[in-house]
C-alpha cells in the first residue's frame, strides 16, 4: 500500500475489472467508480483486491444505492471542504468560479441541506451587476459571494431550536448559496419534496411556484372560470402562471413567441398568442387577470384589455433601469386610485411551498425543465439563461 493510501476492497469490477489483485489505483477511481465525488483528495492511491463473488456483488448492489445518499456526504463533509460556485468580480458569467470552500456551519434556528440539485432565476443573473451588490451592502444585507437561492436535497443536519426537520428528510425551498453541496436556510423557507419529483423537478419549483401562486392566488384573487392572461409566459415563471391558473380553475390564454406554443399547450394553456406576429391587445377580447412576465409593454396598453374591475398584476422587470423605476411608480399610484394594478414582490414562505407540493401530488403543477447543467457548467448555464429563450426552467444538478 502506498503512503497515505488506504486499502480498499473493490468487490465488484466497476472500473477497475482489468486491474490485477494488489495494484495501487489512486482511490478517486475507486470512488468515482462508486459515484463519490471527494472535495480533496487526500487519499492518493489504495491497494485494490478485486474479487466478484456472488454475494459480494449482492452486498455492492445494496451498498451503491446508500452510498450516493448517505456515505459520499459524510465523506464530503470529513474533508471538511465542499464545492460552490463562487462569484469572483461583477458582469458576465465569466466570474462564476467552481471552488472547494468550507461548508457553511448549521446554527440553532437553520438546517443544513446536502443540495441535489438548484435551479437558475432571473435573479441569479442580476447578482452578476455590481449595483445590486452595492445596493446590498448600503442597506446592511450584503449579497453572499455563492450564487443560487432555489434548491431540493436531503436534510443533513439541524440546529437545536429545529422541530419541523430531521436528517434523511428529502426537502425543497430557498437558501443563500445553492449552487454549492451545501446550504443553511431556516425551516420556514423549507418544505417537504413533494414524492413524485425528482430533486431537479423540485428544485425548479420554488421561486418560479411561489410568485406564481402569490401572483394569481393571492393578488389577483383567481375564480374559476375567470378569463386570465398570462403575458410571456414560456420561461420559468409563466409556465408556473400558466399551470397555477388552471390548477385555480381559471381559463388562460398564455401570450408567448412561437417556439414556446406547443410547449404551453401541452401544458394546459385554452388558447396561445404569438406574440411575434400578433398584438394581444388588438385582440379584442378581455381577461379578469392581466399576469404579465414579459414587461415590454406599457402598463397602459395591459390595462385596455382587462374587464371594468380586472387585475393587472405586474411580475416582470423592465430591462431598463428608467422603465422599472417608472413601472414602480405607476403601480403605486394606479393602485392608489384604482386598485387594478398590483406589483409583485414574491416571498419565501413555507405554506406556498406546501401549497405547490400539494398541487405537484395532486398532478396539477409538473415543472417544465428545459436543460439541466452539473454544477461545473453553471458559467455556461447562465449563458444559455442570458438567451432568454428558455421553455421553462434550467436546472443545475449538484449530486
Ligand atoms: N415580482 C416578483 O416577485 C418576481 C419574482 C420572480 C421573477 N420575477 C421577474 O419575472 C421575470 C421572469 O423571470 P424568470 O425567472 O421566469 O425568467 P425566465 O425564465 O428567463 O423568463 C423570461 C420571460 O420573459 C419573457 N419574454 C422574453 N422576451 C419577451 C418579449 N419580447 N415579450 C414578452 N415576453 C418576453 C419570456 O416569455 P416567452 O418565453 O413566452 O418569450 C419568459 O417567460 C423577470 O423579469 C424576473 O425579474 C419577478
Known sequence: MAPGGA????VDPFDLSGVPPGTSVPVTAILAGLGITLCDNRFELAAVRVSRSPLQRAVMTLVRGVIPTRIAPMLALASNRMKAIVQNGYGSPDVLELRDIDPPAVSDDTVRVRIRAASINAFDWGMLRRVVHVIA????NPVPRIRGGDMAGVVDACGRNVSRFKPGDEVFGIARGTFAEYATTTEARLALKPRPLTFEQAAAMPVAGC???QGLRDKAQVQPGQRVLI?????GTGTFA???AKALGAHVTAVTRTEHMDLLRSIGADDVIDYTREDFTRRGECYDVVFDIGADRSSADCERVLTPNGKLVLVGAPKRLGALLGRILGALVMRRRRGGRIML???ARQEDLVALKEFAEAGKLSPV???TYPLREV???FRYFATGRIGGKIVISVA
Request: charged residues 20%.
Open 7 to 10: 486499502w480498499v476492497e473493490a
Open 137 to 140: 451592502w448600503l442597506i446592511g
Open 211 to 213: 410568485t406564481a401562486l
Open 231 to 235: 403575458y410571456g409566459a414560456g420561461g
Open 242 to 244: 400558466v399551470q397555477t
Open 345 to 347: 414582490s414574491a416571498r
Open 369 to 371: 425543465i428545459d436543460r
Open 379 to 381: 458559467p455556461e448555464a
